[in-house]
């Protein structure tokens, strides 16, 4: 295999890989603890999406705002242990990586 076929394969697996990780946000799972109690649902980007708390735990009033705050607050740390994690690992790759013109590994880092 020549060179400018591995690189045909790269962009062909980069490309498959893009479509993948778009199709994350369809992919759902659920959890729940406390004897159902509290039931959450995520997607495959890692973004918690829904939570209930049943009324035996918090004042009904409060329950709808205390739901949006908590994905909220998830969702936000995600994300940053998300970055930290990234920068952790282009540390340690330390350029190790290589730099092809044309393929993006940063969705690997």
Do not use: H, W, Y
Not at 46 to 72: Q, T
């Amino acid at each position: 295999m020549n060179m400018m076929d591995l690189f045909g394969k790269l962009r062909e697996v980069q490309a498959k890989m893009k479509e993948a990780q778009e199709n994350l946000v369809n992919v759902t799972a659920t959890g729940e603890a406390g004897a159902g109690m509290v039931k959450v649902k995520v997607n495959g980007l890692k973004e918690l999406i829904s939570l209930e708390i049943d009324d035996d735990l918090v004042k009904p009033e409060d329950k709808e705002m205390m739901g949006d705050l908590i994905i909220a607050a998830v969702n936000k740390a995600i994300k940053e242990a998300e970055i930290i994690a990234k920068e952790e690992i282009r540390k340690s790759a330390g350029g190790l990586l290589p730099n092809i013109p044309g393929l993006d590994l940063g969705n690997f880092v």
